[in-house]
């Protein structure tokens, strides 16, 4: 396997889809399990998309973990940077969807959030090697939620700024994986200083900034090369070096949106890798860029899971052509 060109840090667990849709938590009858996280499904998409791509995050030595891990290997995500843990399990995660197939994450079922495998990820264990040959580091936010795998995404800094490694962080607020939602903001604050890029949602700009337009976010910031704020399904708003602008998205017969801003991202990464930060100075460039990631996450939602979801480059370049009118 190939030196991972993009390692992303974070969670990997399973999504518990509810079978039935526009109903509440307790209304659910039935529920399928498909893998996710969101750092694990960037990996995923990113490999799928020929990027190669390491996850690191922890998991349980239990049959859970054990899928996940193989799930990851059977993709061709590099797993070095994986921990098992002995006695936390897995991470589930229930998720209730509207009708229009949109979805909202309602809990873990008995356990707490801080008991998963997740919440471990060792700091010490992290392989130095993999970010001496690598180009992007992809963080979440969810890990600073716990004090130990808090220390896992600081030391991810230290080593990523060590080997030049560029920096993306999406926001990706879960207010249920937090016990205590006081010490989100600023402890997610805490991290802009450190990254280049920053990802978020619409609804995670207003929070953070109180705006949604990425060029009043990387003014106000003053230390990053780029933002992203994903609209959903009316596209993305980008400030992009001295580019700025917003890409409708893909009219799609939507099944279901979980990781298709995960796929997004790692159309976003992919085409990085492809073309170098250096093309993000040109407009139209930026625009074919973006345009792409847009095609990676419309594709994601057009099938049930996140990672099973997910469209090969092959597929994202044929949706493209038989899009001509959307590329900007």
């Known amino acids: 396997m190939s030196n991972p060109r993009v390692l992303c840090l974070g969670e990997v667990l399973f999504d518990c889809l509810a079978d039935q849709l526009g109903l509440k938590l307790e ?11 969101a750092p694990a499904n960037v990996a995923c998409a990113l490999t799928k998309l020929g990027t190669p791509a390491g996850f690191i995050g922890a998991v349980g030595e239990d049959e859970s973990g054990n899928a996940l891990v193989k799930l990851l ?17 897995t991470r589930q995660v229930y998720v209730v969807r509207d009708l229009a197939g949109d979805r909202s994450f309602a809990g873990f079922g008995e ?28 963080l979440g936010t969810l890990e600073l939620a716990y004090p130990e795998s808090e220390r896992a995404i600081h030391r991810a800094l230290e080593l ?5 490694v560029k920096i993306l962080l999406d926001i990706n607020w879960r207010p249920v994986f937090w016990s205590d939602h006081e010490i989100a903001e600023p402890k997610i604050r ?13 609804e995670e700009a207003e929070w953070l900034f109180d705006t949604t337009d990425p060029g009043a976010i990387t003014y106000r910031l003053n230390s990053v090369e780029g933002v992203l704020v994903t609209h959903g399904n009316k596209g993305c708003a980008y400030c992009l070096g001295e580019n700025e602008g ?4 893909f009219s799609v017969p939507v099944v279901d949106t979980t990781g298709a801003g995960d796929c997004f991202l790692a159309g976003f990464i992919h085409q990085l890798c ?3 930060i250096t093309s993000l100075s040109d407009h139209q460039t930026v625009k074919e860029i973006i345009t792409y990631a847009n095609a990676a996450g419309a ?22 052509a038989s899009h001509p009118q959307s590329r900007g």
């Open 27 to 37: 209304q659910v009858q039935s529920w399928t399990p498909y893998p996710g996280g």
């Open 73 to 89: 290997q059977e993709v061709g995500v590099d797993t070095t940077g994986m921990q098992r843990h002995p006695t936390a399990p």
């Open 111 to 138: 356990l707490d959030t801080n008991e998963f495998a997740d919440t471990r990820l060792k700091a010490e264990l992290l392989p130095q090697s993999l970010f001496e040959a690598a180009d992007f580091l992809v």
């Open 160 to 164: 990523a700024e060590l080997y030049d």
């Open 190 to 202: 805490e991290l802009f200083k450190q990254v280049d890029f920053i990802k978020l949602s619409q």
């Open 246 to 249: 917003k890409i409708p998205s």
């Open 274 to 276: 492809q073309r170098s």
């Open 299 to 320: 594709l994601t939602t057009m099938k049930s899971g996140a990672i099973a979801s997910q469209p090969t480059a092959t597929e994202v370049e044929a949706f493209l």
